[in-house]
């Protein structure tokens, strides 16, 4: 590690401590040359596969791209930034898991919807139409008979209780 004051490439390891998520690690270093203090944070680097698209293109895994489609998808709606940050968390994780070091973007696509479908019923079919390419009114409703099939269950639970 070199000294940002002096440049220097020798330095010893005064303390490490683990930030409170759990996520890095927090050294405190002092430099052999000229003895400054300096904190370093250590993170784990994360491989991701490459992402093949429809058309057979490759391209870099980007959170960003999943961050702004979720966020369209749950635009005007009652989630919270911490919530999104979650899904594509969550998201992350399992291309993180994925076996082989390219990864369909079909298999993202599911995901999304997976967690989105848990998360909120009209960002859920905002992000649908466009990921299934809804051509027509009947394509939203296939997608909206399919959630109300879901949902029913759980209402005449509750309407027992």
Known sequence: MK????????DRV??????????????????????RRFTTHELVE???PVVVKKDGRREPFDRIKIVSGIKKACEKRPISTDAIETVVDNIEHTCQE??????????IGEAVMRQLQRLDD??????????????????????????IKREKPDRSENAEE
């Open 3 to 10: 000294c940002p004051f002096c440049g220097y490439s020798e």
């Open 14 to 35: 005064i303390d490490s401590r683990i930030t409170k998520d759990g996520t890095e690690i927090r050294r405190r270093r002092e430099c052999l040359k000229c003895g």
């Open 46 to 48: 994360e491989v991701l």
């Open 98 to 107: 994925y076996q082989d070091k390219e990864i369909p973007s079909r298999v």
């Open 122 to 147: 009209v960002a859920y079919v905002r992000f649908a139409s466009v990921y299934r390419e809804f051509r027509d009114v009947t394509d939203f409703l296939d997608e909206l008979k399919g959630i």
